[in-house]
């Protein structure tokens, strides 16, 4: 009986753990997405030339602000490889 209790215990546990590891991980998507999407407005308002001037074009702001998107998802891996 002890047993039964200890296990089911342990599985409620890590049911626990895995909800709130995904709640985790959909707060920070949804962070950088809104990130993604403001970066993407702040460079789409900018004149060609303001660009350019920073080394940009119009075709680089999606790759730019995915790269953005990325590293604010990919935040706690740094370090580790």
Do not use: C, P
Not at 39 to 59: A, P, V
């Amino acid at each position: 009986m002890t047993h039964t209790v200890l296990v089911i215990s342990s599985w409620i546990e890590s049911w626990q753990e895995g909800i709130a590891s995904f709640i985790r991980e959909i707060s920070v998507k949804r962070k950088a997405s809104k990130i993604r999407k403001s970066t993407i407005n702040e460079l789409s308002r900018l004149s060609d030339k303001d660009l350019k001037d920073m080394g940009l074009y119009r075709g680089m702001i999606r790759d730019l602000a995915e790269e953005h998107y990325k590293a604010e998802v990919n935040k706690n891996l740094k370090g580790w490889v």
